[in-house]
């Protein structure tokens, strides 16, 4: 089995000694588990401050302030649905991350778990037949109502007549896909936000939750920073989290970003999706669900 970043972190702490070498192995293992370079000095930098200032002497002490650390860069995540109004999630990210089947799992998930009835699909992918028909596909295994038009069709238009259908039915949550070609990120940009004025001031609860694959590592916070810079992101889910031994991911996502993370897909069935929970995390140092 691979050992995981959370396993690397463990066993330094396990040993005995707070001098250089102990700190530098920490930010390398940082750095190596896709922490990513500033957060990961940051985070050292602070424990050897604080272990010195409170004159702290075993690692075994130094862990729970290390932890302590760690968890004040995670925001708090969770996406409660207001059962009163419309709900309207709007999934971005780049193709390949796993945004459609994320779309799928949240379906589930709210009627599952939250027993949320009204649910409809947005099929805001118009670029790519392939994306309207795999939605189409999804809805029709999960039941739930899709709005679609013809491929290359105005995305707003989509979201708009998804938005007024979902209102007039009542519905509680529209789960809108949108189109994530990466080659030309001014077109994405602009598109992303002519959809996002769409929905702006139109329902009560409105997210925009970013998509990003777990296994990219730093490159995915590179893409959180165009997508936030563009609509301002609301929550980030964590995709293939079963497919990464690193998972600093989630830390340089907070300590850089500040943005909350509200799932972990944790594989392909639409079962696999937990909520994150930043408390567990930290107590199961970094091993996540
Ligand atoms: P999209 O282009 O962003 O809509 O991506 P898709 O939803 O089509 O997913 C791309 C691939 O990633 C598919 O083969 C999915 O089954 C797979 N995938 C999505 N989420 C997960 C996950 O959490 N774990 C694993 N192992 N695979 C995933």
Redesign the pocket.
């Known amino acids: 089995m691979l050992k995981t970043l959370g396993m690397k972190i463990k066993g330094l702490f396990q040993g005995e000694g707070l001098g250089k070498d102990f700190y530098e192995e920490l930010e390398d293992l940082l750095i190596e588990g896709d922490v990513g370079a500033s957060t990961a000095l940051r985070l050292v930098e602070t424990l050897r401050e604080e272990v010195r200032k409170q004159g702290i002497r075993s690692r075994e002490d130094a862990l729970k302030l290390f932890k302590q650390q760690i968890h004040s860069l995670l925001p708090a995540g969770s996406l409660p649905l207001r059962r009163d109004a419309l709900n309207v999630f709007l999934l971005l990210?780049?193709?390949?991350?796993?945004?459609?089947?994320?779309?799928?799992?949240l379906a589930y998930y709210y009627r599952m778990v939250e027993g949320i009835k009204g649910i409809v699909f947005a099929a805001a992918?118009t670029f790519r037949a392939g994306?309207i028909a795999?939605i189409e596909t999804l809805a029709d295994r999960l039941q739930v109502r899709v709005v679609k038009q013809m491929p290359g069709s105005d995305p707003g238009a989509v979201v708009y007549d998804a938005l007024e259908s979902a209102r007039a039915r009542g519905e509680t949550l529209l789960l809108a896909?949108t189109a994530?070609r990466m080659h030309n990120r001014t077109n994405l940009v602009r598109e992303l936000q002519k959809i996002d004025k769409v929905i702006t001031g139109k329902v009560d609860a409105y997210r925009k939750i970013l998509?990003l694959?777990?296994v990219t590592g730093q490159n995915g916070l590179q893409q959180a920073k165009i997508f936030h810079d563009a609509v301002k992101i609301d929550s980030i889910i964590l995709?293939?989290?079963?497919?990464t031994a690193k998972g600093g991911i989630i830390l340089a996502i907070g300590g850089e970003l500040g943005i909350p993370i509200s799932f972990?897909?944790?594989?392909?069935k639409v079962t696999?999706?937990k909520p994150f929970d930043p408390t567990s995390f930290v107590e199961n140092l970094l091993e996540g669900v």
């Open positions: 990210g780049v193709n390949g991350v796993g945004k459609t089947t994320t779309i799928a799992k992918d994306a795999q896909d994530g998509v694959d777990a995709t293939k989290w079963d497919g972990l897909g944790v594989g392909e696999d999706l």
